[in-house]
């Protein structure tokens, strides 16, 4: 059974569409991640949720929102998708010690 | 904003050689960890190591911390072609109930066969 599992793997858009990303980990972890993985491979922490409250928010736009509606979910949701969004986005969950994350295989986003 | 910096940034040996990256930090920290990303595929933690350690091991691999110096290095041993993949370290620091988790850049190993 996949631990952290993310759909979809691809997705091609057009600029200005809306488009959600779903996460779902089955380890009972209370926290879970979104990364965003750029061309230069750089990770970036969007947004982590432990026990369905927002504890990280890098200064990312208000287009993109994280909803969390239970423990073993956390999806992304983005609006008025443009161009540099296009990126290997990552959901990850890791337990209360943080002793490692587990992550999903990455949404490869292409927005045209 | 504090960064992990790996370097090299790209590394390409042989099968059988070892490979040696290194991860510099700038801020205190509270563990670090060292994750592979296959190529298209989701990032896979390796090993931790905690402030308070200096070295460890797991198999072919050998991590060490210096937190005097701010770096860590990531030791493979006996290279194989599956070993080709992206390396990352990840800084964690506690903050109260926030983990606040900061990654490098990435090393590119390439292992010939």
Known sequence: DTAVSQTPKYLVTQMGNDKSIKCEQNLGHDTMYWYKQDSKKFLKIMFSYNNKELIINETVPNRFSPKSPDKAHLNLHINSLELGDSAVYFCASSGTSFRGAFFGQGTRLTVV | ?113
Not at chain 2, 25 to 49: A, C, D, E, F, P
């Open chain 2, 1 to 113: 904003s504090q960064q992990g910096e790996e370097d090299p940034q790209a590394l390409s040996i042989q099968e059988g050689e070892n490979a040696t990256m290194n991860c510099s930090y700038k801020t205190s920290i509270n563990n670090l960890q060292w994750y592979r990303q296959n190529s298209g595929r989701g990032l896979v933690h390796l090993i931790l190591i905690r402030s308070n350690e200096r070295e460890k091991h797991s198999g072919r691999l050998r991590v060490t911390l210096d937190t005097s110096k701010k770096s860590s290095s990531l030791l493979i041993t006996a290279s194989r072609a599956a070993d080709t993949a992206s390396y990352f370290c990840a800084t964690v620091l506690y903050a109260g109930n926030n983990r606040k988790l900061i990654w490098g850049l990435g090393t590119s190993l390439a292992v010939n066969p």
